[in-house]
């Protein structure tokens, strides 16, 4: 297959990827607006974003981290190398080893909450430690469902099975949608249904409901695993060269896959010291810049790497460096833009979509400044997402792991600076994180490029050029926008900050990608070229 073809097939499943985690997110918003307007930006919200931050950090670190990474590396050099069947058996091992690993943590997790929350948010009063406490031990079982769906999908994506493991994530926010509202209500009964004022009870529904999620998202990878030839038995031979290799690059991976969570914890620990708020602005702010990352950075990074791994267990760098050179210029293409409208467009994005119920316009407001400053490093977040795992495949687990340890330190000093010294408080903590995937990502990058002796730098440059010009036009039709509909946001109805962004948003978009195709952008072509073939049939 030819570098062309590559990149075409790469775009494709991009896009199938694309879709299904785009529906995952929105399921995912309607999840966060629904909490949203059921408790606000509120102690009770403060307690439950924490207490799920810990579990939840666990996914990121081991789960979607550290155990991904390793496990579809070397799975997908086993397929490439000795086929199938010894394949499969290795999925088992791990498989075995996963359940009884993370059965531990979880029963570790129960009994040291308090000593957990105490890390995360050792600004809380008693009473709303109490409570943290309580829904964390709920929630803790969370991370042995997610590790296993996540295995799953390893094993899907490395069998060029895409859409269904991404869709995998829709089902979770599905099962806590449907089953928190139905448990709030049963739980804590409402004297006024449309008005409800839920209380801990209803936290407590919340987290089940979270448990449920996990559970579908798992149980629904498990036809796909059937069709493609996966039969799990228990296999307790862990001495087998692929579970050690899993083993042995899970350390250093579960480090550098940790800098995002460890610094998200640190932000939590100083968010903790603002008061009640800051928080939930900072969570919802995160959330809605994973939107973009998530359908584009991510997706990507699931298509790259099962590609790249094969590549470097061939030999074959020349496709390596193929692959992920045009990935990043794709991650590029896609966050740019994304990164422009979010940072113009916050406060009527969050508006439409959160200030409901118990959601104020002052918690917009804030909620929207923590945005902007996120959006400030999602192109550079989203590079890493594809540039790190890219490591293991090299066999330079290390590289990833000390720059995370880099960013922890830098992250801490920021924080600190931006917070307390320039007293910009919230904002401080969201730009500090921006700060830090820029340096992560420019740090990886050079160090690739020492190991793959190039890697199209001058491509590189050149398409991050056009589409800052394709984005400032971009950026004239957004800032267009906010004067002629939203200067009197909090006077417009829903239905007009709706009907405003459905017009700005696709007419920002085709001025972008217009001027992208315009100026030639490699990425751009392959997918207009993409589009006409499918339609030609």
């Given amino acids: 297959m030819t570098a062309t073809q590559d990149r075409r097939v790469s775009t494709r499943a991009t896009g199938i990827v694309g879709i299904a985690i785009l529906s995952s997110r929105v399921l995912g918003l309607i999840r966060e607006v629904v909490i949203a307007s059921l408790f606000g930006a509120t102690r009770n919200m403060d307690a439950f974003l924490t207490a799920f931050r810990a579990p939840n950090m666990l996914r990121d670190l081991f789960a979607e981290g550290a155990l991904s990474t390793a496990f579809v590396t070397t799975f997908s050099r086993r397929i490439a190398t000795e086929g199938d069947t010894s394949a499969w058996r290795l999925a088992s091992k ?41 829904l964390t031990r709920i929630m803790f079982p969370f991370i042995l469902l997610v590790s296993l769906a996540a295995l799953a999908m390893g094993m899907l ?27 709030c209500y049963w739980l804590d009964p409402q004297p006024d249904w449309r008005h409800p004022h839920f209380g801990e009870r209803g936290l407590i529904a919340l987290a089940i409901a979270t448990l449920i999620g996990g559970l579908l998202q798992l149980l629904v990878q498990f036809p796909p695993l059937k069709r493609v030839g996966f039969r799990f038995r228990p296999d ?67 298509v790259t790497l099962p590609l790249v791994s094969r590549s470097a267990a061939l030999g074959n760098m020349a496709e390596f460096r193929s692959a992920l050179s045009h990935s990043l210029r794709l991650v590029m293409l896609l ?28 918690a917009t407001i804030q909620t929207a400044a923590a945005l902007r400053f996120y959006a400030i490093g999602l192109v550079g977040y989203s590079a890493v997402k594809v ?4 490591f293991y495949a090299l066999d330079k687990r290390h590289l990833p792991m000390l720059v995370s340890l880099l960013s922890i ?50 491509a590189l440059v050149a398409t991050f050029l056009k589409l800052s010009v394709a984005g400032a036009l971009l ?19 829903i239905w007009q900050k709706a009907i405003d962004l459905l017009i700005t948003i696709p007419i920002a978009a085709i001025v972008f990608f217009g001027a992208a195709y315009a100026l030639r952008v490699g990425e751009i072509q392959d997918l207009v070229m993409l589009l006409r073939r499918r339609l030609g049939r």
């Fill in 157 to 183: 994506n490395a069998k060029n099975v895409f859409g269904i493991p991404a869709m995998a994530s829709s089902f979770f926010n599905l099962g806590s949608i449907i089953g928190g509202v139905v448990l």
């Fill in 335 to 362: 966050t740019v833009p994304s990164a422009i409208g979010l940072i113009i467009l916050a406060d009527p994005i969050i508006s439409l979509i959160y200030e409901h119920g118990r959601f104020t316009s002052l």
């Fill in 94 to 134: 791990v498989a075995t080893l996963t359940v009884v690993f993370m059965s531990a943590i979880v029963v570790l997790g129960i009994i040291f909450a308090p000593q957990v929350i105490a890390v995360l948010a050792p600004g809380f009063a008693p009473e709303k430690t109490e409570l943290t406490i309580l």
């Fill in 475 to 493: 950026g004239l039709v957004c800032y267009g926008a906010h004067v002629l509909f939203f200067r009197q946001l909090f006077a417009l109805r």
């Fill in 236 to 302: 307790f031979s862990w001495s087998d060269p692929g579970v050690r290799t899993i083993l042995t690059l899970m350390g250093p991976a579960a480090i550098a896959a940790s800098a995002v969570q460890v610094n998200v914890a640190v932000n939590s620990g100083f968010a903790s010291a603002l008061g009640d708020g800051p928080m939930t602005w900072l969570n919802i702010a995160f959330r809605l810049m994973q939107l973009p990352l998530g359908l584009f950075g991510v997706a990507v990074a699931t």
């Fill in 409 to 458: 330190a830098v992250n801490f000093g920021l924080n600190w600076f931006f917070a307390f010294q320039l007293k910009i408080g919230h904002r401080g903590l969201a730009l500090s994180t921006s700060i830090v995937a820029i340096i992560n990502f420019l740090l990886l990058y050079i160090m690739m490029r020492r190991y793959t002796g190039r890697l199209e730098t001058s």
């Fill in 387 to 390: 540039l790190a795992p890219a």
